[in-house]
T-cell receptor
């Protein structure tokens, strides 16, 4: 069973640029959620994708957007980067509607992408 | 609006003793609660969970207690081991919210040998 993977590991961008982060779900999982974790804080929910459609969004502006592909992998895109976007971005996969261990509530996280905006 | 709160940023415990990590929530729609553990440079790892219809769930050295009337849950680790030193996140989700998960700020646990 393959775990959740994310790329790249680290990324440095300048203010105003655009960035794309990638995530491969754990095998058999059909739901992907993205989180932003700033230093000293817990993960903050950005949005969730289920069956290639956005299915819930946190308090993040529209310049944060995403995609989920037929193989359940996902991308997080951030436009017009701001200094406050510097954080660890975590992807988590889960299984909804199936019988895999953990059910729909339990999420399996990737190691994250550390984004630094200068 | 912090729906899930962990009021203790850190906790230090002697090896072999009990560690108790606390969490409070405000949203009565939450129907599932989870604890995740995070080591540096890794993503959070699922530890244990509890449904809102239960008040206790045990898995080896880890037990989670839920007090719905107080909107409070706790994680007990006994006996604590040095390898348990990590950041612990309390999280809550609701089926009506599409299983969106809200995390607390975390508690850093130090287990001293």
């Amino acid at each position: 069973e393959t775990g959740v993977t994310q790329s790249p590991t680290h990324l440095i961008k300048t203010r105003g640029q655009q960035v794309t982060l990638r995530c491969s779900s754990q095998s058999g999982h059909n739901t992907v959620s993205w989180y932003q974790q700033a230093l000293g804080q817990g993960p903050q929910f950005i949005f969730q994708y289920y069956r290639e459609e956005e299915n819930g969004r946190g308090n993040f502006p529209p310049r944060f957007s995403g995609l989920q592909f037929p193989n359940y992998s996902s991308e997080l895109n951030v436009n017009a980067l701001e200094l406050d976007d510097s954080a660890l971005y975590l992807c988590a996969s889960s299984s909804r509607g199936g019988v895999l261990a953990g059910g729909p509530h339990t999420q399996y996280f990737g190691p994250g992408t550390r984004l630094t905006v200068l | 609006d912090q729906q899930v709160k962990q009021n203790s940023p850190s906790l230090s415990v002697q090896e072999g003793r009990i560690s108790i990590l606390n969490c409070d929530y405000t949203n009565s729609m939450f129907d599932y609660f989870l604890w995740y553990k995070k080591y540096p440079a890794e993503g959070p790892t699922f530890l244990i969970s509890i449904s809102s219809i239960k008040d206790k769930n045990e898995d080896g050295r880890f037990t989670v207690f839920l007090n719905k009337s107080a909107k409070h849950l706790s994680l007990h680790i006994v006996p604590s081991q040095p390898g348990d030193s990590a950041v612990y996140f309390c999280a809550a989700s609701a089926r009506t919210g599409g299983f969106k998960t809200i995390f607390g700020a975390g508690t850093r646990l130090f287990v001293k040998a």
